[in-house]
């Protein structure tokens, strides 16, 4: 489920926001989101460490971010579902994550879920760390 949207309407390359408590803000860097998995015995402390890492790195790549989208149930894909929507509607084509794993665990599981947020909203997806690979049995 989405925490917080920043956006009351279709952004283009530049939105304009209208915060009650502040002056008008003019965004002209690209829109990110993100997307996180938060099982029940992840402390709040290591979630907000987390959120706060995956903010530094898209503002890092140039990116203006917007909210995260959490899962709390195992299995579940409703925020990612959401998250698809509200891209196509934002014209945003960032997913920023933590690990790859927030997506998935298994990695076909990853990359059918990847191609689904290029598909429908041409978004791409950037982890805080990389892929870790499995080691060979050679």
Known sequence: MITRSLLDSPPVALATMFPADEPQTL???PLAYGYMRVPREV?????????????????GRGLYFVSFFFEFHCGSREA?????????R????????????????????QDVMRD????????????????VEAPSHA
């Open 27 to 29: 965004i002209t860097r």
């Open 43 to 59: 402390s709040d402390d290591k979630v907000r460490r987390l959120e706060q890492a995956v903010i530094r790195f898209a503002e």
């Open 80 to 88: 990612f579902d959401e998250l698809v929507t509200e891209l196509v």
């Open 90 to 109: 934002a014209q945003s084509h960032h997913v920023m994550v933590p690990t790859m794993r927030h997506l998935a665990r298994n990695g076909l599981l």
């Open 116 to 131: 689904r947020l290029f598909d429908e909203a041409g978004a791409d997806v950037l982890a805080l760390r990389p892929r």
